[in-house]
C-alpha cells in the first residue's frame, strides 16, 4: 500500500532497507549501477530520430551497442559512425565518452561538490573508490584537480588539431573544431571513436594530427595518481611511489618495445606500411604501439596485418595502460606485479620487491585474480563468439581482449555480427571497464586477518 503525506501528497517510495544496507556496507557497487544507469540514457537519447541520418533505419540494437562502448571508452561500433549518426548523435556520443573517462562516480561527487559546496563522507567514500584515493580528506582536492587535467589537455589539443584541420584539409572553421574538439576527447579518453569512416588511417603520415592524438592517450592512460605525482615532484625520480615507478617506466619500455617490435613486422608489408614513405612507416609505427594501449584508433587495416602483429597487439591491449585513469585492461601494475613476483621467485627470494619497497602478498593475490578472471572473460568470450559466429580463433580472440580491454580495434567483423554476439561483446566491454575497478577495490575492502592458521601443505607444482 503506497503511503501518503499529510495533505494528501505521496511520498516517494521507498528504498528496501536491504537494498540500501547491500550498497551501504560496500559502497563499490554503485560505480557498476551508476554506468549501467548511464549507459542506458545514453542509449534512450540515441534511439531519438534526430539522433540518426536515417529515422527508419533499425536503431536499438546500434544505440545500445554504441552507448556501451562510449560509456565503456572502447570504440568498438556496429555503424558508421559519420555516416549513421546526426551531430546531434555524435554530441551524445561524445558527451558519454567524457562521461565514462570521467567515472560515473567521480563526475556524480564533482556535481555534489559545485551545487553544495561541501563534500559528506558517503560521497567520498565513494569518490575514493573510483579515484583510487585512499586519504577521504583529500577527495574534495584530487576531484578538482582531475577535473583541472582532463580538460586542460583536452583544449590544448583540440587546438592544435583545429588548427592543423583548417589549415592542412581545408576545413570551414566549425567542421575543423568539431573535429578538433571530438578527437581530443576521444583520445584522452582512450575511446577510438573517430568521426571519420577509416578511423585516422587517413592521416596515418601527418604528425601534427598523429602525435597530439598519442601524447593525449598515452596521458589519459597513466591514471590521475600517476600525473598529479608527476606534476607534484616530476624531477625527484627517487621520491616516486612504486605505482608511479611501475607505470611511468612500464609505459616507457612497452612504447618502445612495442614501436620496434610492430614496426619490424609491418616495414615492408605493402598492405598495411610498405608503400608509406619512410616518416610515414614510423608515424604509423607509434600508432601501432600507443594505440592498443587503449586508444583504439586504426592507424592501419588490421584485417590486413600479419599475425605477429596481431599478437603483439592482443597483448598490449590486454596489460592496458595506468589505474585510475582512461585506459583499460589488466592494468599495467596488475601486469608487473605478477611479472615482478614471477622474477623473485626464480631468483629464490621469498619477498617480491621493487626497488627499495617490497609488495605484501595480498597485493599479489589481488594481481593474480585480476589477471586470471581477465583471462577467463576473454577465453569464455572467444568461445561465445565462436559459436555464434563463422569466424576463426585469430579474429575471435582480436575481438574479444579489445572488448575486454576497452580498446576498440576491430578486423572489420563487427558491424557483421548477429545480435547475440553484439551481446557478448557488450557484455565483455562492461566488465573491462567495471569489473577491474569493482573486483581490486572489492578485494581490498575485503581482506581480512584470520585469527588462526591452518597447517600448510606444499602440492606438487609444476
Known sequence: ??????????????????????????????????????????????????????????????????????????????????????????????????????????????????????????????????????????????????????????????????????????????????????????????????????????????????????????????GFPVIIELLRDSTMRRAWTVHVRLTVLGTLWLLVLGFVVLAAFEWDRPETLGDLPVGGKLLGALGLSVFPRTAGFNSIDYGAASSETLLVTEVLMFIGGGSAGTAGGIKLTTFLVLAYAIWNEVRGHDQVSIGPRSISASVQRQALSVALLGIAAVVLGTVALLVLTDHGLETALFECVSAFATVGLSMGITADLPAAAELVLMALMFMGRVGTITIATSLALRTQRRRYRVPEERPIIG
Open 1 to 222: 500500500m503506497s503511503s501518503a503525506a499529510p495533505g494528501g501528497t505521496r511520498r516517494p517510495p521507498r528504498i528496501p532497507r536491504a537494498v540500501r544496507r547491500s550498497f551501504l556496507d560496500n559502497p563499490v557497487r554503485l560505480v557498476p549501477v551508476g554506468f549501467l544507469a548511464t549507459i542506458l540514457l545514453g542509449a534512450g537519447l540515441l534511439m531519438l530520430p534526430l539522433s540518426r541520418a536515417d529515422p527508419s533505419a533499425a536503431v536499438v540494437m546500434p544505440a545500445l551497442f554504441t552507448a556501451f562502448s562510449a560509456v565503456c571508452v572502447t570504440g568498438l561500433i556496429t555503424v558508421d559512425t559519420p555516416m549513421f549518426w546526426t551531430p546531434f548523435g555524435q554530441a551524445v556520443i561524445r558527451g558519454l565518452i567524457q562521461v565514462g573517462g570521467f567515472g560515473i562516480m567521480t563526475l556524480g561527487t564533482l556535481l555534489a561538490l559545485l551545487v553544495r559546496k561541501r563534500l559528506g563522507l558517503w560521497t567520498q567514500l565513494v569518490a575514493a573508490s573510483e579515484t583510487h584515493t585512499v586519504n577521504l580528506g583529500d577527495v574534495r582536492r584530487v576531484l578538482l584537480r582531475v577535473a583541472q587535467i582532463m580538460f586542460t589537455v583536452e583544449a590544448v589539443v583540440a587546438v592544435i588539431l583545429t588548427l592543423r584541420f583548417r589549415a592542412a584539409y581545408d576545413h570551414e572553421l566549425g567542421p575543423a573544431l568539431w573535429h578538433g574538439v571530438f578527437h581530443a576527447v576521444s583520445a584522452f579518453n582512450n575511446a577510438g571513436f573517430s568521426v571519420f569512416s577509416d578511423s585516422l588511417m587517413g592521416f596515418v603520415g601527418d604528425p601534427w594530427i598523429v602525435v597530439p592524438i598519442c601524447a593525449a592517450a598515452v596521458v589519459g592512460g597513466l
